[in-house]
């Protein structure tokens, strides 16, 4: 019998789930787009979102999702037979990389496979070796939602000045601005790409592109850089339709005010203390259910760990039995295995992943935990105990 009526939980890495706040804001006919309310509104989110990447630099808004940042952000600083160094923690950055190959930039990538982080040691020797500065940006991510791998992106960014090299530092948040904390200006990140359907709590279809004074010199070297994903006018518009290259995506910047002002009452240390308080929950259940059974995180170094999605391995075919499982009967969807295919896995079935960004809460974590316990047990497939007690310890131990 499936318990599954009530309300569906999506806990997915993205979209995350909507605030009811941010549907019902984004409820309304749409405004005058000439002037009056929604030109004041598009103002006001600049520096929230800048204040949300603890950057005072600068932040062009697209009509896009994740991959539309991605090519809005090399295409404004690098052009056809330029070179950039990859630096590879599961999915999402290769694919950025294979983005720029398709627009003709040079390709280098350092692999350091689906478990772990960014080596530092492979990029200083890698760098030192560029000694006609062959390479002139480096992408990384920030949290690879594949992997669920945190890399330091602070770290890399002093290896990089330490090795003199001036190439840019290119980092996709998409998975962990709003989530994992990250500090743009500190860190001194030249270009920082993300959107708004993870921890910024907003359907998708919006994504930014965030950048620092030496990258808007990079893009005034640029020979040619396409008239849509010029960041030029969107940062300094001079009409309002400016800021979207045509027609403003009107409900979605009701939504994404809506989101920015709970993250805001909420306060940005505390959204981030929030994720890290609910992710050490869910490492706690799994670590139990882990010690006995298939079951393992596929991360171990608690560091390395993003704070918005848990990545998993269970064994092919139990990964998709247990998602199809919750999803049917207790009206839970987790995220599919993505990245993972072997050769004796191919479509990655033995893996899932549990999303925890953006509007999340205890109860929330817990049902997802419990549930995905239900389904173990449904499914016959062996786990260590306590790992219900050990997230519930978690949740009331915090100060
Ligand atoms: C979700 C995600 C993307 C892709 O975003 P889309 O909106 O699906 O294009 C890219 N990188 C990371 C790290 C992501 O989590």
Not at 20 to 48: F, K, W
Not at 50 to 56: G, R, W
Not at 273 to 286: G, P, T
Not at 335 to 363: C, S, W, Y
Request: aromatic share 8%; hydrophobic share 40%; charged share 20%.
């Amino acid at each position: 019998m499936s318990l599954s009526q009530g309300r569906q939980y999506l806990a997915i890495p993205g979209p995350s789930v909507i605030p009811d706040r941010v549907l019902q804001a984004m409820n309304q006919p749409c405004p005058n787009i000439y002037d009056g309310d929604l030109i004041e509104l598009t103002h006001s989110l600049i520096p929230d979102l800048k204040h949300v990447a603890q950057t005072k630099g600068n932040v062009a808004i697209y009509i896009a999702n994740g991959h539309g940042a991605w090519e809005a952000a090399i295409s404004n600083v690098l052009s056809p037979d330029d070179t950039v160094l990859v630096l590879a923690t599961g999915r999402f950055c290769i694919g950025w990389g294979g983005m720029a190959e398709n627009l003709g930039v040079h390709v280098e990538t350092l692999d350091f496979g689906t478990d772990s982080t960014i080596d530092f040691e492979a990029v200083r020797s890698h760098l030192r070796a560029d000694k006609g500065g062959r390479i002139k940006a480096i992408m990384a991510v920030h949290v690879d939602t594949s992997t669920s791998i945190r890399n330091d992106i602070g770290a890399l960014s002093k290896v990089i000045s330490d090795t003199g090299h001036d190439a840019l530092l290119m980092v996709d948040c998409i998975a962990s601005l709003g989530s994992d904390k990250f500090l743009m200006d500190d860190w001194d990140v030249d270009i920082m790409v993300s959107a708004c359907q993870k921890g910024l709590m907003t359907p998708p279809a919006l994504s930014f592109v965030y950048f620092s004074d030496r990258a808007a010199n990079a893009r005034k070297k640029m020979e040619r850089v396409s008239s849509y994903w010029d960041w030029n006018p969107r940062i300094n518009p001079n009409l309002f339709y400016e800021y979207f290259c045509g027609t403003a995506p009107t409900q979605h910047l009701f939504g994404l005010r809506e989101a920015l002002d709970m993250i805001l009452e909420e306060g940005l240390p505390h959204v981030w203390l929030r994720h890290e308080v609910l992710a050490k929950a869910v490492w706690a259940s799994c670590e139990a259910w882990a010690r006995a059974g298939p079951l393992e995180l596929n991360v171990s170094d608690k560091n390395s760990r993003s704070r918005a999605v848990t990545a998993l391995s269970i064994g092919a075919p139990r990964g998709m039995q247990l998602r199809k499982w919750t999803e049917k009967e207790a009206g839970l969807t987790l995220g599919i295995g993505l990245g993972m295919n072997t050769e004796k896995d191919p479509k990655a079935e033995g893996f899932f992943r549990i999303g925890h960004m953006g509007h999340v809460n205890a109860q929330m974590i817990m049902g997802t935990l419990g549930s995905v316990q239900a389904g173990l047990i449904a499914l016959g497939i062996p786990y260590g105990s306590g790992g219900l007690d050990a997230a519930a310890q978690v949740l009331a131990n915090v100060d």
